[in-house]
């Protein structure tokens, strides 16, 4: 149980274009969905949180202008990458979690979009 | 305020040895704790997590933590490395209670070499 997939796994796309990445919980309702970076050899930054129904919450210094999050529905939040330029290159990984369930600060993670813009 | 330290970026050990990460943190209250692992290019995967109960933490793939309070510490260890045990791995804390939208705090990560 717990599984979040993500789509696409890689993209490559050319500066200036938007990319869109979807994050869907495949068998929990995930009431609350996150959206992390991560460069080379680094940990996980935090960029937003998305709540159903409800606007993002954006971390500091992240653009939600640049960056926008849909969590149209209990099993899927996206995240769109608005004119992408070369320093977006990055993996960007989501995470849910289920408010609902024992072990609610529990977040399961998806499997990452390695996104290369040129 | 919620902090976490993993005191080795990087950890190397022969396979059949034990394995020891080490994590400190520091939380204003009672946190929960997590030990992540992520192989290359891949997503986070939960080994084990502590959330007030049991001290002792058992894991996946024979991990298991121990929580001491008096330490601050969530030491992760394993008796006997495999080869598949090279990863990245992430000591992780809550950053509040639910109130504070549920947010994780990671640790810097260490990666773990298994020798043959």
């Known amino acids: 149980g717990a599984v979040v997939s993500q789509h696409p796994s890689r993209v490559i796309c050319k500066s200036g274009t938007s990319v869109k990445i979807e994050c869907r919980s495949l068998?929990?309702?995930?009431?609350?969905m996150f959206w992390y970076r991560q460069f080379p050899k680094q940990s996980l930054m935090l960029m937003a949180t998305s709540n159903e129904g409800s606007k993002a919450t954006y971390e500091q210094g992240v653009e939600k202008d640049k960056f926008l999050i849909n969590h149209a529905s209990l099993t899927l939040s996206t995240l769109t990458v608005t004119s992408a330029h070369p320093e977006d290159s990055s993996f960007y990984i989501c995470?849910?979690?289920?408010?609902?369930?024992?072990?609610?600060?529990?977040?399961?993670f998806g499997p990452g979009t390695r996104l290369l813009v040129l | 305020a919620q902090s976490v330290t993993q005191l080795d970026s990087h950890v190397s050990v022969s396979e059949g040895t034990p394995v020891l990460l080490r994590c400190n943190y520091s939380?204003?209250?009672?946190?929960?704790l997590f030990w992540y692992v992520q192989h290359p290019n891949k997503g986070l995967q939960l080994l084990l997590k502590?959330?007030?109960?049991?001290?002792l933490v058992k894991g996946i793939n024979g991990f298991e933590a121990e929580f001491k309070k008096s330490e601050t510490s969530f030491h992760l260890t394993k008796p006997s490395a495999h080869m598949s045990d090279a990863a990245e791995y992430f000591c992780?804390?809550?950053?509040?209670?639910?109130?504070?939208?549920?947010?994780?705090?990671f640790g810097q990560g260490t990666e773990l070499s298994v020798k043959p």
């Open positions: 502590y959330t007030s109960a049991a001290t």
């Open positions: 068998d929990f309702q995930a009431t609350t």
């Open positions: 939380s204003s209250y009672s946190p929960s």
């Open positions: 992780v804390v809550t950053a509040g209670d639910y109130n504070q939208g549920g947010k994780l705090i």
């Open positions: 995470s849910a979690s289920d408010a609902k369930r024992v072990g609610r600060e529990t977040q399961y």
